[in-house]
């Protein structure tokens, strides 16, 4: 049971290449997001989804775009990487249970972008 | 979310208990709250979570104030490999809720040998 993985784990790019963050998860979870974080900071959500098909703006969305085609995947897009996009990226999913929610994350992927 | 407050900081020694406080004094009666923490260079990892009662698991013990305004997270006999950055997060417990968990700086704590 592998729960959620992350790849690539580490990328550097330069300001206004493409790349794409793929997550995946084994334990049939409804909910998947991700976030980023910044040094001396907490995570920050960037898009999440309830469920295959769907997908919604988190905290700070912009400059990103999210697709989740299946259930077991989300997909985090950078169209024209910056410099400010330079982060920790972790993934995490959950079932849907409201207050009682518990989030499983991965083990992240640091992008520097140049 | 209702916000919580959280010590930047605790040092604690090896194999002696650990409680790591939150304030949450605009917690609402249906916010569960969690406990979450970070080990260096790793993703977060869930600890335990409750809603009004004290809660224990293998990794923890939650113990929530009579009128849930702040709640003490308990490291029975910390070890080496505790020390991690400890989040304190309250979550809403409503159908409309996406699930997503709001992160603040946390509690870094510190264990010596």
């Known amino acids: 049971n592998a729960g959620v993985t992350q790849t690539p784990k580490f990328r550097v790019l330069k300001t206004g290449q493409s790349m794409t963050l793929l997550c995946a998860q084994d334990?049939?979870?409804?909910?998947m997001y991700w976030y980023r974080q910044d040094p001396g900071m907490g995570l920050r959500l960037i898009h999440y989804?309830?469920?295959?098909?769907?997908?919604a703006k988190g905290e700070v969305p912009d400059g990103y775009n999210v697709s989740r085609l299946k259930k077991q995947n989300f997909l985090l897009g950078l169209e024209s990487a910056a410099p400010s996009q330079t982060s920790v990226y972790f993934c995490?999913?959950?079932?849907?249970?409201?207050?009682?929610?518990?989030?499983?994350f991965g083990a992240g992927s640091r992008l520097t972008v140049l | 979310d209702a916000k919580t407050t959280q010590p930047n900081s605790m040092e604690s020694n090896e194999e002696e208990p650990v409680h790591l406080p939150c304030n949450h004094s605009?917690?609402?009666?249906?916010?569960?709250i969690h406990w979450y923490r970070q080990l260096p260079s790793q993703g977060p990892e869930y600890v335990i979570h409750?809603?009004?009662s004290n809660v224990n698991n293998r990794m923890a013990s939650l113990a929530i104030a009579e009128d849930r305004k702040s709640s003490t997270l308990i490291l029975h006999r910390a070890t080496l490999r505790d020390a991690a950055v400890y989040y304190c997060?309250?979550?809403?417990?409503?159908?409309?809720?996406?699930?997503?968990?709001?992160f603040g700086k946390g509690t870094k704590l510190s264990v010596k040998p």
């Open positions: 409750g809603l009004t």
């Open positions: 605009t917690i609402s009666g249906t916010d569960y």
């Open positions: 989804s309830v469920g295959e098909g769907t997908t």
């Open positions: 334990m049939n979870h409804e909910y």
């Open positions: 997060i309250l979550r809403m417990n409503y159908g409309g809720s996406q699930g997503n968990l709001i």
């Open positions: 995490a999913s959950s079932y849907r249970r409201a207050g009682a929610n518990v989030l499983t």
